[in-house]
């Protein structure tokens, strides 16, 4: 069992006072904000490596890098080795989509075919900036910064990486029969 899914199991729906204030995203706006020391905040959902906490009827996601905040071991922060290819900074972008999750679905987005595309670009300077194409399950969905917000901070977690541009697309719409086999059949959409 991942330490995300002990969380899940033992900490859902339990009230924790934060051990240290904390940078979290807001959801659904995406925006950082800091929740201070000995707030009161209730589990929600635990999935890739972030948790979603609830704090005075709103909603936060709180990076698995940042769990010390809630008196649980840190998750460390995603990382490549200094001289690492071309391909595994990409593999690792790959890697890091698959750990984000809308807040209110329990696949990934990557599984849920909501990632169109991702390109890595090495520019003169040598800085590489990443820019990802993904769309959402509806044009309506209020969770797109959230999942932005979400992926970018996780591939900056790499030091090759300087700047992840995220661009929210709706053509082509996306459609169930975009998701994986596995995706559909977690949901229980055949």
């Known amino acids: ?23 979290v995203i807001s959801i659904p706006f995406g925006k950082t904000v800091t929740l201070t020391e000995d707030s009161l905040v ?4 635990a999935k890739g490596s972030s948790v979603s ?27 490549l080795p200094e001289g690492a290819s071309e391909e595994q900074i990409e593999q690792f972008v790959w890697d890091q989509l698959r750990t984000c999750f809308d807040p209110e679905i329990p696949v990934d987005i990557v599984e849920l075919g909501l990632v ?18 993904m769309t959402l399950t ?3 969905c209020g969770m797109g910064d959230v999942i932005a917000a979400d992926a970018r901070n996780k591939i900056l977690g790499a030091p090759q990486i300087s700047k992840v541009h995220v661009e929210i ?4 719409p996306w459609s169930r029969e ?10 229980g959409m055949f």
């Open 42 to 45: 209730s589990v929600m959902q």
């Open 169 to 172: 697309v709706f053509d082509p």
């Open 53 to 79: 906490v609830a704090f005075e009827g709103r909603l936060f996601l709180i990076e698995g890098a940042n769990l010390d905040a809630l008196g649980l071991e840190a998750l460390p922060r995603p990382t």
């Open 178 to 187: 975009m998701m994986s086999e596995e995706a559909r059949l977690e949901l």
């Open 138 to 140: 509806a044009p309506g």
């Open 1 to 23: 069992m991942s330490a995300m899914e002990q969380i899940e199991g033992l900490y859902k729906g339990q009230e924790m006072p934060l051990q240290r204030d904390v940078e």
């Open 116 to 133: 169109y595309g991702c390109r890595v670009e090495r520019l003169l300077t040598g800085e590489r900036i990443v820019t990802i194409r």
